[in-house]
């Protein structure tokens, strides 16, 4: 498993830290709008106080002149004449948000005096508090309530006093209790206004960033994998997936992965072309041998009409694969008929070529009048000079004759025939099992004879029949065999019969052995 580079971020990571750019800057805009709002209305209350208090109006209503207007206020019910002064002075501070009331206010022992305020009239009559706990907690320079007449507000102050430290007053300034709402009403509408351009600004900035990281590199993987697989080119390992990536992340890796994949898939499609074509060869060369294996086997029947005292009949059903079953007949002169059976241990374009050779040598030594023996042991001997496969093959050579019904036999290796009388069926004791053809050259074969009465038949087959097997694994054996023989009378029935059984025993299953037999049958004579 392959591993990301070192040092390189992974996507969840660049995420991340695209992600904490985006909030960061949106906390930092959010900051910076309710700090410049209260720092700028912070400054300006900051001035107009220091305006009102100082560089105006200060000496209009300093300590001398609010202690002044409070004794006139006492005496007369009127401010008197720093009352316009004084009222100018605070007019337009409770502008702000934060602020209901400005007031000038005095302090006598037993009642709380108002020289100005941004709530009066402007008569310039002022007004009398009697509130002795509030006066007294004012002149400890404590004060904490407003009088008992505006309980619904909350104040802070500012002193008046002289050099000496003496209080003569104070600006007292009334603060809605409902200030933090509605700042913050108003803080929001800002904010929500600097979030949303931030947000939008951010989110466009992370798409382009995540486009050039994440999107645009899956896009060129994307179309690139879609090239590949479209089929409409064939692609070698020099033009496979061939990008402009070179990041360790997640998308390098699967990038670096499905590059290794394609090359996987090109050689696998080189094996699967390559494996293909030699299947086709290999098929071509199988059709070649099937063909060539059946045009060696005669096929037309009745084999030989002319003869009235012989019926003879052959018959092969092929496996899935080309066994190497063969069979054979041929006139050897007027009164004998040669026929053979042999079962080749190997299939396929070889055994078929040995198949070849095998039934040309049979016939010219066959033709050349030797006897069954001695054909036999010439064929072995001319085929064992040149076997360098090692090909072998088991089979069963007879000549009959057909003046006499006597048959001249040797059985290299192969299943020992049938012959089926009147009185059931049977072996031939004298048949003996000899040496397999092609083992080694230089035996000496030997040959028996028996006579078939008339209405007699021979039956010879390959193992085919007798160990074709079931779905379970169990054969089809010779007593099956000999039962189904028994109920035969011609050739073609028998090979027919014994055929539909063995189909009928396997079921589903397909043969693994080419299934063979051939049959010989003396007629009896008809009567003039």
């Known amino acids: 498993m392959k591993t990301k580079k070192k040092g390189c971020l992974s996507i969840a990571v660049k995420v991340v830290i695209v992600t904490s750019m985006l909030l960061s800057l949106t906390g930092l805009a959010i900051f910076a709008v309710g700090y410049g709002s209260a720092k700028n209305s912070f400054f300006e209350f900051c001035r107009m106080i220091s305006e009102t208090l ?29 009352y316009p002064e004084m009222r ?36 310039g009559k002022g007004a009398v508090y009697p509130s002795v706990p509030y006066a007294i907690r004012f002149l400890e320079a404590d004060p904490g309530e407003l009088p008992e007449e505006d309980l619904s507000q909350e104040c802070s102050y500012m002193l008046i006093m002289n050099d000496q430290g003496e209080i003569g007053g104070f600006l007292e300034f009334g603060m809605e209790k409902n200030i933090m709402q509605t700042y913050t009403l108003a803080f929001l509408q800002w904010s929500v206004l600097t979030v949303l351009i931030v947000l939008g600004f951010g989110i466009l900035l992370m798409v382009i960033i995540l486009g050039q990281i994440a999107v645009r590199p899956l896009a060129m993987i994307t179309n690139g994998v879609r090239g590949f697989s479209d089929g409409v080119r064939r692609y070698t390992k020099e033009d496979v997936l061939s990008l402009p990536i070179r990041s360790g992340d997640e998308i390098g890796e699967l990038y670096t992965e499905i590059r290794s994949m394609q090359e996987r898939i090109v050689d ?11 299947k086709e060869h290999l098929l071509g060369q199988l059709e070649m041998a099937v063909r ?8 037309v029947f009745p084999a030989f009409p002319e003869e009235e005292t012989i019926d003879l009949y052959a018959d092969i059903v092929p ?94 290796g192969h299943e020992t025939p049938y012959i089926i009388t009147k009185e059931g069926v049977t072996k031939p004791r004298e048949d003996a099992t000899d040496w397999i053809i ?15 009465s008339e209405g007699d ?17 169990r054969v089809f054996g010779e007593d099956r065999l000999r039962e189904i023989l028994a109920e035969t009378e011609t050739p073609m029935e028998a090979v027919g019969r014994v055929q539909e059984a063995v189909a009928q025993f396997i079921g589903e299953t397909r043969p693994k052995n080419d299934i063979t037999e051939l049959a010989l049958l003396r007629k009896p004579e008809v009567c003039p």
């Not at 696998?268 to 030699?278: C, H």
């Not at 078929?352 to 030797?370: C, E, S, T, Y």
């Open 88 to 123: 100018e002075g605070i007019t337009g501070m409770d502008d702000f948000v934060w602020i209901s009331h400005v007031r000038i206010l005095a302090v006598d022992k037993n009642n709380l005096l108002e020289l100005a305020s941004t709530l009066d009239d402007g008569s």
């Open 438 to 452: 092609g083992m080694a050259g230089g035996f000496s074969y030997c040959e028996y004879t028996f006579t078939l």
């Open 268 to 278: 696998y499609t080189d094996q699967v072309e390559r494996i293909t074509a030699e």
């Open 457 to 473: 038949m021979l039956f010879i087959y390959t193992d085919g029949v007798t160990e074709a097997a079931d779905e379970e694994g």
């Open 319 to 412: 496996a899935e694969r080309i066994g190497g079953d063969f069979y054979d007949f041929f006139r050897l002169d007027r009164e004998h008929i040669a026929v053979v059976i042999a079962n080749f241990f190997d299939g396929g374009t070889a055994a078929a070529l040995f198949m070849v050779a095998f039934k040309i040598v049979l016939r010219h030594f066959a033709d050349l009048g030797l006897s069954p023996k001695e054909v036999i042991g010439a064929v072995n001997n001319r085929l064992c000079d040149d076997n360098r496969d090692d090909l072998t093959l088991s089979c069963w050579y007879g000549v009959y004759e057909t003046t006499t019904g006597r048959v001249t036999a040797v059985n290299a």
């Open 54 to 82: 100082g560089m105006r109006h200060l000496d209009h209503y300093d300590y001398e002149k609010v202690t002044e207007s409070a004794e006139t206020l006492k005496e007369t019910g009127e401010v008197g004449r720093w």
């Open 292 to 299: 060539l294996k059946f045009h060696l086997m005669p096929i």
